[in-house]
């Protein structure tokens, strides 16, 4: 790719990143103001979750996602989040593997958006790394290696439903490096 291309692509991801954040902040500040806090999370709270997540690595591939959050506040949580994503292309001759392995920290903002007793929702975002490789059973394209390893970002809209006080299923729209979307469980311990 081309130096110049770059540029507009970074600049472009900056300005995006900066309008992402600035709504997330207005949307935290008018929706804890609107909803106020959530009680199915509290300070001092350790959640572990394990997830599917769809549609990362190059917008294409799924894998496991684990999460970890604790609660420093009452209505925010700091947490830390890896997942392991992988897809192959396969053409006539040959095939393509690619895998991105991300690690993200980040924070959530909880708030009481539809006032269901069991349900936690919240708003967070994250920033991290992704080591991503690529390789080829192509003979002319034999480099298999560290291709594609990048900082990255993820910001989430999320819900856990509590079937009991430690037990949650947990659905999460998010972007980027931990894909768009992930199932899964949490405990709270």
Same mark, same amino acid.
């Given at each position: 790719?081309?130096?110049?291309?770059?540029?507009?692509?970074?600049?472009?991801?900056?300005?995006?990143?900066?309008?992402?954040?600035?709504?997330?902040?207005?949307?935290?500040?008018?929706? *804890? $103001?609107?909803?106020?806090? @959530?009680? @199915?999370?509290? @300070?001092?709270?350790?959640?572990?979750?394990?997830?599917?997540?769809?549609?990362?690595?190059?917008?294409? %591939?799924?894998?496991?996602?684990?999460?970890?959050?604790?609660?420093?506040?009452?209505?925010?949580?700091?947490?830390? *989040? $890896?997942?392991?994503?992988?897809?192959?292309?396969?053409?006539?001759?040959?095939?393509?593997?690619?895998?991105?392995?991300?690690?993200?920290?980040? $924070?959530?903002?909880?708030?009481?958006? &539809?006032?269901?007793?069991?349900?936690?929702?919240?708003?967070?975002?994250? &920033?991290?790394?992704?080591?991503?490789?690529?390789?080829?059973?192509?003979?002319?394209?034999?480099?298999?290696?560290?291709?594609? *390893?990048?900082?990255?970002?993820?910001?989430?809209?999320?819900?856990?439903?509590?079937?009991?006080?430690?037990?949650? $299923?947990?659905?999460?729209? %998010?972007?980027?490096?931990?894909?768009? &979307?992930? &199932?899964?469980?949490?405990?709270?311990?």
């Amino acid at each position: 790719m081309n130096a110049l291309y770059m540029t507009h692509k970074f600049s472009t991801i900056g300005l995006s990143l900066a309008l992402v954040a600035l709504f997330l902040i207005s949307s935290v500040s008018q929706t *804890s $103001a609107q909803f106020g806090p @959530n009680s @199915n999370f509290r @300070n001092k709270d350790l959640i572990i979750g394990a997830h599917l997540g769809l549609g990362g690595c190059w917008y294409s %591939g799924f894998g496991p996602v684990v999460n970890v959050e604790y609660g420093i506040l009452p209505q925010l949580g700091v947490t830390a *989040s $890896a997942g392991f994503f992988a897809h192959t292309d396969v053409y006539s001759s040959y095939s393509q593997t690619y895998t991105s392995i991300p690690f993200i920290l980040g $924070a959530n903002w909880h708030f009481d958006l &539809l006032k269901v007793k069991q349900l936690d929702t919240w708003v967070g975002g994250g &920033l991290g790394y992704t080591f991503g490789s690529w390789s080829s059973s192509d003979p002319d394209r034999r480099y298999t290696g560290s291709v594609g *390893s990048y900082f990255s970002w993820d910001g989430r809209l999320g819900a856990r439903y509590y079937f009991s006080d430690k037990l949650a $299923a947990k659905l999460e729209l %998010g972007y980027w490096a931990l894909g768009y &979307l992930r &199932l899964g469980v949490d405990f709270k311990l």
